[in-house]
């Protein structure tokens, strides 16, 4: 269940030597008292909210009972459960106020970034790095260190362009396409939507927290341009129905079919000046192309007034031939007429 109550206090504060550093016992206060929380399925996801809540930017770790010292009086929540995104604590699920089968040698806590900035700074590392190419690193206390690739998709990638002040991704590199790092590595599993403007908005392990090696070091290539050109190529190109093509990085492509559908098709034939779609073309319902075969796994919702603005699998990421080529069929520019 999650924490409603007309009585609910948004009042949190940390207890311990340390709380003034943003390290201690995380205490609520509800009902006219303070209490603790015990550390039953407490994690990263729940300490972030926590450390937001109390005006730092993120958290370093989570808190087991046994690192914190022990609390007193009220156990007010446990099993609380987080998904990381959420503005208070009152969002996240729980037993219930007061509801538990805990002791305070199980209080939870929270290690907070004490400087309120959990990213000060991100680069790209080795010769290609001046070129938007290279090891993705963060700075994280006082220390440069490495991303794992494990998770880094192209939409990751997107939001450490973003970030560093890149218009747009070309694709996510992997281990073995980037050189190898040193010291430490910093983040795991790191999971973005695409649309977040800073690294610290997606999800990820505790800082610090991996099973990887400076081998599997992540990277990205970034380009400084966003413009995109699309076209029509076919027979019936004139008509409004042919093969995609759109033209990246000074060369014209094709874009595979795999995922293909008619929410893609109208985000298209929009932006190619038509009124909409009439359907999605798949291999074989339009002439091959050659040369590049820059998309797969476009991913539109329909209502895109750019196809910039759609996901997919990275610029020239694919292993898919020409005989899978993606076309559209668009309503006619004389509709209206």
């Known amino acids: 269940m999650s924490i409603a109550n007309k009585t609910i206090s948004n009042k949190m504060r940390l207890q311990g030597s340390l709380s003034k550093n943003g390290t201690g016992r995380v205490e609520v206060f509800f009902n006219g008292q303070w209490g603790t929380i015990c550390d039953d399925g407490w994690d990263f996801k729940d300490a972030r909210v926590v450390c937001r809540q109390l005006g730092y930017q993120d958290a370093v770790r989570a808190l087991q009972g046994g690192q914190v010292p022990d609390g007193s009086g009220r156990i007010w929540l446990d099993e609380v459960g987080c998904k990381g995104i959420e503005q208070n604590l009152i969002s996240c699920s729980n037993r219930g106020w007061g509801k538990h089968d805990c002791r305070h040698s199980e209080d939870a806590g929270v290690e907070c970034s004490s ?6 700074t991100l680069r790209l590392q080795g010769s290609l790095s001046k070129n938007g190419i290279g090891r993705v690193e963060v700075f994280f206390n006082g220390e440069w260190g490495t ?17 560093l002040g890149y218009q747009n991704a070309v694709r996510a590199l992997q281990g073995g396409q980037v050189p190898p790092g040193s010291g430490r590595i910093w983040l795991a599993e790191v ?15 505790r800082w610090g927290e991996n099973d990887c090696s400076h081998y599997e070091d992540a990277g990205v290539e970034c380009v400084s ?18 093969r995609v093509e759109v033209f990246f990085n000074g060369q014209w492509g094709t874009i595979s079919d795999y995922g293909w559908d008619f929410k893609d098709a109208r985000v298209v034939c929009r932006q190619l000046g038509y009124q909409d779609a009439v359907r999605a073309l798949r291999g074989g319902q339009v002439p091959h192309g ?7 796994g476009v991913g539109c919702k329909g209502m895109e007034q750019n196809f910039i603005s759609c996901s997919h699998s990275g610029w020239g990421v694919n292993y898919f031939s020409h005989y899978e080529d993606a076309g559209i069929e668009c309503v006619s520019k004389d509709t209206n007429k």
């Open 115 to 120: 400087t309120g900035k959990a990213y000060k």
């Open 147 to 163: 991303i794992c690739n494990d998770g880094l998709y192209f939409k990751v990638a997107t939001v450490v362009c973003r970030q």
């Open 191 to 205: 999971g973005c939507t695409g649309m977040e403007q800073n690294l610290t908005s997606c999800s990820y392990r």
């Open 225 to 242: 341009t966003a413009d995109i050109t699309l076209r029509l190529q076919g027979s019936l190109s004139k008509n409004g129905t042919g």
């Open 290 to 296: 050659s040369g590049r075969i820059w998309l797969c």
